[in-house]
């Protein structure tokens, strides 16, 4: 678990960590380099979940490395299933990582929604959801990985 304290906002317990594939964790389907090993330190501390529309059908084989569970998305509106797993999981112990209109209900519902405007880019939604906005998917882990980081970022 990753437990921090952040004055104005309360106390985060993060158990899960939930993050869209496509255009946040890869671009055009492929692993950015660096994200494996930092999730692989975080599956120390969290359960790890990869949810994905899988656009380019790389989604399993690229986390292959990763300890997480990858879920594919069967529903055509991803937002709602997104949304569903994050509730399913618990909203208050769920941290959620995006940049697409589809992750935008899950980044808002989580305990913490972390938005990434990487190379692909990011939707407005997911911008006016998120609590933190990150230029590259490894800040975005890294606050994880150094909670004060969270602190600084999100104190009141």
């Known amino acids: 678990m990753i437990e921090v304290g952040i004055p104005g906002k309360g106390d985060l317990a993060i158990r899960y960590l939930v993050l869209d594939f496509n255009g946040t ?3 055009d389907g492929v692993l950015l380099p660096g994200v494996e090993e930092r999730l692989n330190t975080l599956a120390g501390s969290v359960d790890i979940y990869v949810i994905t529309a899988d656009t380019f ?5 690229a986390c292959a490395g990763i300890n997480a569970r990858v879920e594919i998305l069967n529903e055509p509106l991803g937002a709602p299933a997104k949304q569903k797993f994050v509730e399913k999981l618990g909203t208050q112990a769920t941290a959620a990582v995006g940049n697409g209109v589809n992750d ?3 980044l808002a519902g989580a305990a913490l929604g ?3 405007l990487g ?7 997911a911008l006016q959801a998120a609590d933190v906005v990150v230029t590259d998917i490894n800040h975005g882990l890294d606050m ?3 909670p004060k980081r969270l602190v600084a970022t999100l104190r009141g």
């Open 57 to 61: 059908g790389t989604g399993r084989a």
């Open 25 to 27: 964790m890869a671009l």
């Open 119 to 125: 190379p692909e880019g990011a939707s407005a939604k």
């Open 114 to 116: 972390i938005m990434v």
């Open 144 to 146: 994880l990985l150094y």
């Open 104 to 106: 935008s209900l899950m």
